[in-house]
């Protein structure tokens, strides 16, 4: 994560799903995926982003209350540069080894810039007392004021 106060640099690599996981048990965070193989449930002609990139965005520990109430198809279609999958779980292992703290508590983060082999979008939340991140599923025309999306930053 960046030393910018106002955001956070995420250098996604390609790791695979797998070795994301293997990072949440190494630092003894549960990741609740409910027995689905994300390496085999993520799209990867449908991810937003692909390769090695670098994503910035916003410094919150809560996604924005603002990209609440939207459909991931509506922002998709409105060019949004919506965080993918990877992109999310590895900021918050990285929030969760810098502060020992979790994202998203109070609010899910719509993973948008992914989509399930369905077209189901994943959605992250955190629960602090039982140490687990949990990734769950909804449509892409599901929308509520709990189901928000990051955005990165425009490119400079």
Same mark, same amino acid.
């Given at each position: ?6 955001? /956070? ?55 924005? *209350? ?27 292992? *990285? ?12 609010? /899910? ?27 769950? /599923? ?19």
């Amino acid at each position: 994560l960046s030393e910018n106060p106002d955001s /956070w640099k995420v250098l996604v690599l390609e790791p695979t799903f797998a070795q994301i996981v293997a990072g949440y048990q190494a630092s003894g965070l549960k990741l609740e995926t409910y027995g689905v193989n994300l390496d085999d449930a993520i799209d990867p002609k449908k991810e937003l982003r692909k390769g090695v990139y670098l994503a910035e965005f916003p410094r919150a520990v809560e996604s924005p *209350a603002e990209n609440g109430n939207q459909q991931a198809s509506q922002r998709r279609d409105a060019k949004h540069r919506d965080i993918t999958l990877k992109a999310h779980l590895l900021m918050v292992l *990285a929030y969760f080894l810098e502060a020992g703290e979790f994202l998203d508590i109070k609010r /899910w983060t719509q993973c948008q810039g992914s989509r399930h082999r369905d077209g189901d979008v994943p959605g992250v939340d955190s629960n602090p007392a039982d140490q687990t991140v949990y990734v769950r /599923w909804g449509g892409s025309e599901d929308a509520n004021p709990d189901l928000c999306a990051r955005s990165e930053f425009p490119s400079s």
